[in-house]
Each structure stands twice: as structure tokens, then as C-alpha cells.
């Protein structure tokens, strides 16, 4: 388990590990607009991870090929719905565009 703090809404959870830090943030009752879907990621899900990185699953290729797609990216950079988190350390994670509709 660890705990997953969501910024800007300050606001902390419980992990189970393999969690994916999309389901988290779906779970914590924060409105997350993501274009994630079945037939796979989009890029909306977007988030810096400001705290806590080695205690999420590496980066992928896929991943990694999407992110290079994105706008904004920088090294901080994750994709909610391909991370997952593996119960080692506390995570902090920044919404963009947390409350402007974006």
C-alpha cells in the first residue's frame, strides 16, 4: 500500500499496489476528465508525478511513444491510466488543468 496524494485538491488516499494511478484518482471521488478508453489511451490522462516516482511502474514504450505525442510534457511526465503504482514509496501527482475545464 501507499498513499497517493492528488494535487491541486490536497487530497489523500490509500494504494493498493498494481493499482493503476487512474483507477486511484477515478476512485478518490476527484472529477478527472480522461479520454481513456477500451481501445486504449489517448494521452488525456495526463499528470506530473511531483513526489514519489520510483514507486510506480517503469515507463513503457508505449507509453513513452505517447507521451513523446503530448504537448507540455516534461520530466515528470506520466500517462494515470499506464502507471501503476508498487506500494514502495508515497506519491504526490499534479491534474493539469485540475479545475479549469481543460
Given amino acids: 500500500m501507499a498513499t497517493l496524494t492528488i494535487m491541486p485538491a490536497d487530497k489523500s488516499i490509500e494504494v493498493a499496489d498494481g493499482t493503476t494511478l487512474l483507477a486511484a484518482i477515478l476512485s478518490s471521488g476527484i472529477d478527472f476528465p480522461h479520454n481513456c478508453e477500451e481501445q486504449g489511451c489517448r494521452g488525456g490522462c495526463h499528470v506530473f508525478v511531483q513526489e514519489g ?47 479549469s475545464g481543460l
Fill in 53 to 99: 516516482r520510483k514507486g510506480l511502474s517503469k515507463i513503457a514504450r508505449e507509453e513513452n511513444e505517447k507521451l513523446d505525442s503530448i504537448v507540455g510534457v516534461g520530466s515528470k511526465s506520466r500517462l494515470a491510466c499506464q502507471a501503476k503504482v508498487l506500494g514502495t514509496e508515497n506519491i504526490k501527482v499534479e491534474l493539469l488543468g485540475f479545475g
